[in-house]
T-cell receptor
């Protein structure tokens, strides 16, 4: 089954404790992206990647890191989480961005930073 | 800078009645426009897109949207709403003159009452 898989589904952590949210897709998509969803603000893009070893900042990249060493994986790293990073996070992928292809989303990761 | 506005936080409609969810956008180039739906505890799912051509676009689950360039709008419509259409709906735009960035609106919650 074609899908985008995020782990974990729920995560509670404390300020300053490094964490990684994993994202993997099995559709051989070039493009991958991370979003955070906050009430009333919709989805805001954190980082995106056009292909392996190619990443770029979105609208709200501060406090986050990403890497794209393999085509299928695009982990989101919070080196020193803070309470304002409490949010619902989504990973998404698509075949290619330059043709306006639709995005496929993971089920989300609800992160709480205490 | 590109932007998307969904002026209604919530839309209430009776089952069987027409459903409309409003979206307006602002871009400097030509827009690629999308609608996504989010059911509880799920990631976003693609409904439909407008790239070029016919202004009326048909999508999944009986939804359609009309592109209106003069009003810079892309309203989502369904002739007869179902209770199962109750969800959070997001409009998104990509400005072809601004690279690969996809901007989402704040979302509109649709509640269809039996």
């Amino acid at each position: 089954e074609a899908q985008v898989t995020q782990n974990p589904r729920y995560l509670i952590t404390v300020t300053g404790k490094k964490l990684t949210v994993t994202c993997s897709q099995n559709m051989n998509h070039e493009y991958m992206s991370w979003y955070r969803q906050d009430p009333g603000l919709g989805l805001r893009q954190i980082y995106y990647s056009m292909n392996v070893e190619v990443t770029d900042k979105g609208d709200v990249p501060e406090g986050y890191k990403v890497s794209r060493k393999e085509k299928r994986n695009f982990p989101l790293i919070l080196e020193s989480p803070s309470p304002n990073q409490t949010s619902l996070y989504f990973c998404a992928s698509s075949p290619a961005r330059d043709r306006g292809e639709k995005l496929f989303f993971g089920s989300g990761t609800q992160l709480s930073v205490l | 800078a590109q932007s998307v506005a969904q002026p209604e936080d919530q839309v209430n409609v009776a089952e069987g009645n027409p459903l409309t969810v409003k979206c307006t956008y602002s871009v400097s180039g030509n827009p690629y426009l999308f609608w996504y739906v989010q059911y509880p505890n799920r990631g976003l799912q693609f409904l439909l897109k407008y790239i070029t051509g016919d202004n009326l676009v048909k999508g999944s689950y009986g939804f359609e949207a009309e592109f209106n360039k003069s009003q810079t709008s892309f309203h989502l419509k369904k002739p007869s709403a179902l209770v199962s259409d109750s969800a959070l709906y997001f409009c998104a735009v990509r400005d072809t003159a601004a690279g690969n960035k996809l901007t989402f609106g704040g979302g509109t919650r649709v509640l269809v009452k039996p």
